[in-house]
């Protein structure tokens, strides 16, 4: 759609008249009517709204008073509420639902000329991490139409890696900007917490839950992030990747936050990333846990995430278990799971969170960057909960949740690239996190990593 240019290479295309953002618009639109019914990204469009926008932002590139992401087409998760479009939250419950406001992210990046073209599927509620509800059924992955695209912002990572749009919005509780963007091969950064505003999103937990970015590349993060947390600047361009910054950084590995060991291909692809590092010049530090336990973040995630999300639903909103037949049977199962998790759970989850975000947090005082794996396996096929990992049945969740809970409960800032394929020819994204407030310094950084990996050359996948 894009012929592999990044964002700033549209913007550059659309001043100086050799594209235009009613030319890539049509172009977008096209492939969607093309690709989209296969992999069942995009639940709602605007394409008319859309095709207005984008002939008024050709008039002011014309007039030369362009806006900062003027013409770039994107779509936004369906927790996020869209003024007149519908925004079903991935749920029968809010079927017809059409919002009277954008979210605040949504109208941030409208308000500087990006066209909303329509909303990214979503796991009900944001309440999974394999994207598929009762109303909009299964998002698949575009690497392999057989296989989940992860979630919950699936539609969003699957959109990106179709190429179908530029641009994306996700929403990250435990994970689900991060889990999408590796098992899709596509790029996303959850901000530090509170950087991007939540008003406007679904709320699943209202402590984890974040609002970012997502892309096809490190390097169409930096703008678009620029815009949501406001720190653009008129002027403010893309530096594009530089790999001489790798050197002198430190880079922490840190073995004990891996609780489930990785597939054969996944530590390849994770090692040849720490060897391409210490090439361009970084040193790579091994580091321990500070505590002589071996750390359960998921552990603290799950009593945590579980009681805010059944909170809401019981009482907040009140729609269980009164419109129970309404939900898909598993988020029905997953607030009936999370009634083992009281008061007294939640406040011992609390204390240990805090200890172990200080904990967390201390292992930057040896490096500057920590870089880890995504997940322990790759995406599962879609209907199926588990699969088989070491000679054994190993449920997804528990295979994915304790690489990415760490910056969930720390609200640290994590990006995440596509370092490499597995055997069978399917994405693997490794993670990067930095200290609080480090989100752009991050981008930077990934961007220059993926360039040095060669991710941003190898592609998408052949549909």
Known sequence: MNENLTIAGLLENFRSGAMSPVEILERSVARIANLNPRINALTALCVERAMEEARASEKRYMGGIALPLDGIPFAAKDLLDTENVPTTYGSALYRGNIPRTDAEAVARLRQA???????????????????TSALHGPTRNPWDLTRVPG?????????????????????????????????????????????????????????????????????????????????????????????????????????????????????????????????????????????????????????????????????????????????????????????QYGLPEYI??????????????????????????????????????????????????????????PQSLSGLPAAVIRAGFDRDNMPVGIQLTMAAGSDHRLIEIATALELILGATAAGGPNL
């Open 348 to 405: 011992e989850a609390a204390q240990r969170r805090a200890a172990f975000t200080a904990h967390f947090v201390s292992l930057f005082s040896g490096g500057e960057v920590l870089l880890s794996p995504v997940s322990a396996v790759g995406p599962v096929k879609i209907g199926a909960d588990a699969l088989i990992h070491d000679g054994q049945s190993v449920e997804l969740r528990t295979a994915v949740m304790g690489y990415i809970a």
């Open 151 to 339: 979630g919950s912002s699936g539609g969003s990572a699957a959109a990106l890696a179709a190429d179908l749009l530029p641009l994306a919005l996700g929403s990250d509780t435990g994970g689900s900007i991060r889990i999408p963007s590796a098992f899709c091969g596509t790029a996303g950064i959850k901000p530090t917490r509170d950087r991007v505003s939540t008003k406007g999103a679904f709320a699943l937990a209202s402590s984890l839950d974040h609002v970012g970015p997502m892309a096809q590349t490190a390097a169409d993060l930096s703008l678009a992030l620029a815009v949501l947390d406001g720190t653009y600047r008129p002027g403010m361009k893309d530096q594009g990747p530089n790999p001489k910054m790798l050197a002198g950084l430190r880079i922490l590995v840190v073995d004990d936050l891996h609780p489930v060991g990785l597939t054969e291909d996944i530590n390849r692809v994770f090692a040849a990333a720490c060897r391409a590092l210490s090439r361009n010049g970084a040193t790579i530090i091994d580091r321990r846990w500070p505590e002589t336990d071996r750390p359960d973040p998921y552990g603290i995630l799950a009593p945590t995430l579980n009681a805010e999300a059944r909170l809401r639903h019981e009482i907040t909103l009140r729609h269980y278990p009164l419109r129970a037949e309404e939900y898909s049977p598993d988020v029905c199962k997953r607030i009936d799971l999370a009634a």
């Open 113 to 131: 000329g990006a066209i909303l073209v329509g909303k990214s599927a979503t796991h009900e509620f944001g309440w999974g991490i394999t994207t």
